[in-house]
């Protein structure tokens, strides 16, 4: 199994500050027949289902802020707030779908200073 | 406007069964593989089985294999996982996602606890 590896755990921003969040994975999530990383972002608000934010690795869902970017490649994955918000307090997970089984990261908590 | 409603959960004894379902609407639900992903009262997620377009292919986590079985019915735009032998480590909130590049749609989950 393709075990994936967040940091940090948490992290407290002030408003309009930048927040990152790292995925590692245990192997390559490139698939090199296409160049695509199978890799998404999901953010979970408190009482809510997962929310579908980034897709191969660094494609924006339809109607998410442009705040939120993805980028890496390989085994090594970032999400970043360029400018937090307060909507933005959540926990956001990485997941691979290269292989079964797709494989969730632990989450990291974002919470404002 | 795309939906995916649960079902099925409850309060279910160790080495019970329960059929969980989860009902499409909204989309093409035969164009597209389904997944339920589980998550354990204040931890995080996790994938625990899929199923693609047809239902041929049905692929699980190493977990519930043997215990849990996905299946579709098509022409009722229905998902299901049937769940037998269940243990204390299976109580979470099971959500049914609609998969294409990661889960872009999630219903809101039904609950299953497993307690005697």
């Known amino acids: 199994d393709i075990v994936m590896t967040q940091s940090p755990d948490s992290l407290a921003g002030s408003l309009g500050e930048r927040a990152t969040i790292n995925c590692k994975s245990s192997q390559s999530v490139l698939q090199s027949s296409n160049n695509y990383n199978y890799l998404a972002w999901y953010q979970q608000k408190p009482g809510q289902p997962p929310k579908l934010l980034i897709y191969?690795?660094?494609t924006r869902e339809s109607g998410v802020p442009d705040r939120f970017s993805g980028s890496g490649s390989g085994t090594d994955f970032t999400l970043t707030i360029s400018s937090l918000q307060a909507e933005d307090v959540a926990v956001y997970y990485c997941q691979q779908y290269y292989s079964i089984p797709n494989t969730f990261g632990g989450g990291t908590k974002v919470e404002i200073k | 406007e795309v939906q995916l409603v649960e079902s099925g959960g409850g309060l279910v004894q160790p080495g019970g069964s329960l059929r969980l379902s989860c009902t499409a609407s909204?989309?093409?639900?035969?164009?597209?593989?389904m997944s339920w992903v589980r998550q354990a009262p204040g931890k995080g997620l996790e994938w625990v089985a899929n199923?693609?377009?047809?239902?041929?292919?049905?692929y699980y986590v190493d977990s519930v294999k043997g215990r849990f079985t996905i299946s579709r019915d098509n022409t009722k735009n229905s998902l299901y996982l049937q769940m037998s032998s269940l243990r204390a480590e299976d109580t979470a909130l099971y959500y049914c996602?609609?998969?294409?590049?990661?889960?872009?749609?999630w219903g809101q989950g039904t609950l299953v606890i497993v307690s005697s």
């Open positions: 909204g989309f093409s639900f035969s164009s597209y593989y």
């Open positions: 199923i693609e377009p047809g239902g041929s292919g049905k």
């Open positions: 191969w690795a660094s």
């Open positions: 996602a609609r998969s294409a590049a990661g889960c872009n749609y």
